[in-house]
């Protein structure tokens, strides 16, 4: 089946610090990639569409200078956190789906997450 | 806007119970509707999914059924076992929606115990 790749799955940065995350459609080519925060106990809030070989587009209320999204491929997307803060410690979660033409009857696949820690 | 709905956790039951979770939505036309689990510590997989009206979704035992008069999703299983303890998140995704996002509702925490 699809299998979306996250890494790292864990980060510990110092405020102050850039963290860079990658994510990876390893058997299908992703268009549009999405990424998710969730704070703990809490459902998944979406941060931004990224889009192959355009600009992301980000969600009411995400500073798009501060989340970095850079999606150069077919197969890469990656999310970074500039000048982090404690407040910026959460779940980081990207999903994609298969094809070149986003469904919305297409389920979205998951990567495993990526827990940022910032001290 | 659209939105889903779902019962507030933790549902804590005994293996071999019967769960139900329900989830209603709100949405303009006609969504598709999912289920998700996430594991401790792990992104989430999806469990299932219906795309019309009076489709049931069935995958490992459990079952939802796209009911759209009652504009609901309701999650089933028979008999849980320890190994079912997750988060199940319902979801839908609309035609409409720029890039067809889904929208979560708050997720239900399941514990199974033995």
């Known amino acids: 089946g699809a299998v979306v790749s996250q890494h790292p799955s864990r980060v510990i940065c110092k405020s102050g610090t850039s963290v860079k995350i990658e994510c990876r459609s390893l058997?299908?080519?992703?268009?549009?990639m999405f990424w998710y925060r969730q704070f703990p106990k809490q459902s998944l809030m979406l941060m931004a569409t990224s889009n192959e070989g355009s600009k992301a587009t980000y969600e009411q209320g995400v500073e798009k200078d501060k989340f970095l999204i850079n999606h150069a491929s077919l197969t890469l997307s990656t999310l970074t956190v500039t000048s982090a803060h404690p407040e910026d410690s959460s779940f980081y979660i990207c999903s994609a789906s298969p094809g070149q033409g986003f469904s919305y009857n297409s389920p979205l696949h998951f990567g495993n997450g990526t827990r940022l820690t910032v001290t | 806007g659209d939105s889903v709905t779902q019962m507030e956790g933790p549902v804590t039951l005994s293996e071999e119970a019967f769960l139900t979770i329900n989830c209603t939505y709100t949405a303009t036309g006609y969504p598709s509707l999912f289920w998700y689990v996430q594991y401790p510590g792990e992104g989430l997989q999806l469990l299932l999914k219906?795309?019309?009206?009076?489709d049931k979704g069935s995958n490992k035992g459990f079952e939802a059924t796209y009911r759209k008069e009652t504009t609901s999703f309701h999650l089933e299983k028979g008999s849980v076992q320890v190994s079912d303890s997750a988060v199940y998140f319902c979801a839908l995704s609309a035609l409409y929606n720029q890039g067809g996002k889904l929208i979560f509702g708050q997720g239900t925490e399941l514990s199974v115990k033995p």
């Open positions: 219906a795309t019309k009206a009076d």
């Open positions: 058997d299908f080519q992703a268009t549009t």
